[in-house]
């Protein structure tokens, strides 16, 4: 192993913590019921959907959203119309964080996945070539990063979506690295909390540890449960919570490697 990819938000970041709660929240409030149908019913069944494409671009849930709004006889709005909402429920909590942080009220630390900058500190030490790959649009990864002061750990290796969805997929991009530095897959490490990172590393012959942080309890150790069941049925060699102990962690997952 010699590259390692980490996806961004839920892997290292907890910026954004909370945002699938604020999105079913939404989903809830805008999809038309079906008779005796029940939020206790549709609750869980909507979180699944919506962490199975935690990874993608936010716009492929508001697509899928809009679909199945006008499949239930609903007056669906378009994609574009929802992810502009969600992002507006989303920014308030996002402009909190980041005056707790740019204030001293709260330190960058608490909005690091637990043993992140430790994890990120060793491996640079080590040599490795560190990426950053998000699905969130790059302009809000690149500022977000600065707030918790992780750039350096990448440099210009730095990768998020495109306002133009159609113009960005983590598929891409896994393969603009290969064939940059010239490597086969076998070389890569990724660490991701979405599905398409882990499937993406796998399809290329690289390892893939899943982080199914609980983003809401940072630091508890313990792993979200739809999560560990959606990464591991994507491919996941490996399933954390956190970064604790990030040398013990680095030993297993290269002797792993090896």
């Known amino acids: 192993m010699t590259h390692i990819v980490f996806d961004f938000d839920g892997t290292l970041s907890l910026v954004r913590a909370g945002w699938a709660e604020i999105m079913l929240e939404m989903f809830l409030e805008l999809l038309p ?55 507006h429920r989303l920014s308030h909590r996002i402009a909190e964080r980041s005056a707790a942080i740019a204030s001293g009220r ?36 690149r500022q977000e990063a600065e707030w918790l002061r992780l750039t350096e750990f990448f440099g210009p290796r730095l990768f998020g979506g495109h306002e133009d969805h159609t113009k960005f997929s983590k ?36 390892l893939a540890v899943a982080v199914a942080s609980d983003e809401l309890a940072n630091g508890s150790g313990r792993i979200h449960p739809q999560k560990r069941r959606q990464l591991l049925a994507a491919g996941a060699d490996a399933v954390i919570a956190d970064y604790r102990e990030p040398q013990a962690l680095l030993a297993g997952l290269l002797g792993t490697a090896a």
């Open 171 to 206: 598929q891409r991009v896994f393969a603009q690295i290969l064939r940059e530095e010239g490597i086969s897959g076998e070389r890569l490490l990724s660490f991701g909390d979405g599905p398409v990172e882990i499937q993406n590393t796998k399809e290329l012959g690289g």
């Open 33 to 87: 019921r079906r008779a005796g149908e029940s939020e206790e019913e549709l609750r869980p069944r909507l979180l699944e959907d919506l962490l199975r494409m935690n990874g993608k671009q936010t716009i492929h849930q508001m697509i899928q959203f809009a679909a199945e709004v006008a499949e239930r006889g609903g007056t669906a709005q378009t994609p574009e119309w929802y992810l502009a909402e969600f992002t």
């Open 106 to 141: 709260q330190p960058a630390e608490d909005f690091i996945v637990h043993g992140g900058r430790a994890l990120l500190e060793d491996l640079r030490a080590s040599g490795f070539k560190l990426y950053l790959l998000s699905g969130t649009i790059e302009r809000f990864v």
